[in-house]
């Protein structure tokens, strides 16, 4: 794995080591490529207070943060005193919450709701990583381009609709050296977040199914009716409707 010598190597010669995994030295290339600053110590907001409401209102992983889910969450990560992201399917943080040392830190860094932290801006990470590679990323300290970013481990999961879109990025992230702790979480967290945003999905088309279904049957040129076990009528058409009130009041 990456040390500050084989970063510095890179960095200051460009010189990379034949051990250094690929997703590190791609990503480090590609961060070198795009002209990032290694020694940036933040990521600057880009989108507006207004306007990042209506990016949350517009985020099907955003909404499925009930407050339930927040406080199971925060009950998994309280004791690795780590903090949660949630970025969109382009890289933008929408959600941060956590450990209250862990949120200073990474305001100091930028990475909070309205900053992007693709691989252009903030150089590799593993949300921008997870986003350019669509897959779980976890980095240690020294794996990160910027010299920022190395007090931090990070493990970041992809999060996919039910028909398989993607809808954002999940991320758990600590002081280093708790890598494998944190990539278990935020594994977990991404499954939670799919689960509840699939039965929301449900809930949703059999509601639209219902109501598209009792438009049709108050459509029908014919009576109809709709009887419970007991036999009781619990829905009539129009037609029924005007069948019984002619019945009703006779000719």
């Not at 996919?160 to 967290?189: D, R, W, Y």
Request: aromatic share 10%; glycine share 6%.
């Amino acid at each position: 794995m990456p040390s500050p010598i084989v970063w510095k190597e890179f960095i200051e010669k460009g010189k990379l080591r034949k051990d250094i995994p690929p997703i590190i030295r791609f990503s480090w290339k590609r961060s070198q490529k795009y002209g990032v600053d290694p020694f940036k110590k933040n990521v600057q907001l880009s989108v507006s207070p207004k306007d990042l409401v209506d990016y949350q209102k517009n985020s099907a992983l955003y909404l499925s943060l009930t407050e339930d889910i927040k406080e199971i969450i925060n009950s998994l990560i309280t004791q690795m005193k780590a903090v949660i992201t949630l970025a969109n399917s382009d890289g933008l943080i929408l959600y941060l919450d956590g450990d209250e040392r862990g949120v200073e830190f990474s305001r100091e860094n930028g990475f909070v709701p309205g900053a992007f932290w693709l691989e252009d801006y903030a150089g590799n990470n593993s949300i921008g990583t997870c986003l350019q590679l669509n897959r779980p990323v976890a980095f240690r300290n020294y794996d990160h381009y910027c010299k920022a970013w190395h007090r931090y481990d990070a493990a970041s999961f992809p999060v996919f609709s039910s028909n398989k879109e993607l809808t954002g990025v999940i991320t758990i992230s600590a002081e280093s050296g708790q890598v494998s702790a944190i990539e278990a979480v935020a594994g977990m967290v991404a499954n939670l977040l799919e689960r509840v945003m699939k039965e929301a999905e449900l809930t949703e088309q059999l509601a639209w199914h219902k109501c598209f279904a009792e438009y049709l049957f108050s459509e029908m040129p014919r009576a109809g009716l709709v009887v419970d076990a007991n036999k009781q009528i619990i829905l009539a058409n129009s037609s029924a409707q005007g069948y019984f009130r002619e019945k009703t009041l006779g000719p």
